[in-house]
């Protein structure tokens, strides 16, 4: 045989190898329960096989291949890896207070920091997050491709590249003396007309970005902005979510005011972050939309602490003031309502690795904590557009699952120790 045809039959081979699962090593999860968010169902003793990073069978009664490998679950309830719809895992060191000693460090020292954030993500159950921007353009594009090609340990990101936000508003950079004069990725994305709005979209596309994040109200964690004031305006909003249509991408909208979520909801976003001052209005107008709530309740517990420690400038704890209570009653008011609710924490506002603390807290404002699961499971692979990739264990879904040791639905924060984390059929962690 030719040299040639011999390299090829011997690629040939391999590619077989690769494609044809029944040369892939097969385990077998053993699980004592297994809760499964499409429908809200638990079974007892459960076989879940994994071949390669996919799920190939889910059941009491299937035999298992002799040559496979067994994980025993079986005194742990398993059910999907955890999806956070809501963080910045991009931003670097957690805990640094305001955000311009961001510009202390350079793009490489804040993603270096960063793998940090991607690691205890996952180890912490949340096999899947959904970026919602970055200081630092496209910071969040590398450390996803990081991880893609296993270079570090994190969970699936869907990032946003950047925030596209008015000049001087909830997502700029702000507090630095006018004459100063930022680099290029500290104001990517800043937008002030339906035009410039769609050019930023076109660019971040470009970029490779997963979606599209905005900013239709003032935030609190930024200086010169005023949560409860509109910024983007309709217009602009409906400009981006039109423009990230051509490119097949979502857009999500943070807004704390309530015009600013109302504006967002018309324009038609996929969600709208925060929500905190949601009125009866803007419910009824998310209910009709089929529009997403991602509310983090939980986070201002640590902007007060860090507040008490003398950690955070003093106008951003006054933005804080009564948002966080009011949030948590309109949190109850929109469960109430059957609005569609997915679970986001602004993970890098509270320490990485903590996002599980949140259930709790959505069951205490009003979630059965089925809801809660839901929320950061089925509800927010639907929310991603990905349902039939992640968000439930299922034939052909990717292979996404944690345990937890007793039963999740008496106590919801068990949640908050995850003991197993297998990502796309890898075990990151057994304990
Ligand atoms: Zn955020």
Redesign the pocket.
Known sequence: MPRQSRCFFAFLFLILLLVNPIFAQTTVIKAGKLLQPQDGSVAKDQLVLITGNKITAVGAQLSIPADAKVIDLSNMTVLPGLIDC?T?LADGKFGEGDPIFQLRKSASQTVLESVRNARVTLESGFTTVRD??VYRALNDVALRDAINRGYIIGPRMYVAGAYITITGGAGAMTGTAPDIQLPWDFHYAEANSPWEVRQKVRLLAHDGVDHIKVLSSGAVLTHGSNPKAQEFTLEELQAAVDEASHFGLRVEA?AHAVEGIKNAIRAGVVSV?HATLIDDEGIALARQHGTYLDMDLYDEECIQEQGRAGKLPLDFLEHDRELGELQKQNFRKAVKAGVKMAFGT?AGVCDYGTAGKQFAFMVKYGMSPMQAIQAATSSAADLLGRSDEIGSIQKGKCADLIAVQGDPLQDVSLLENVRFVMKDGVVYKQK
């Open positions: 809501h910045h919602v921007g943070h972050e602004d």
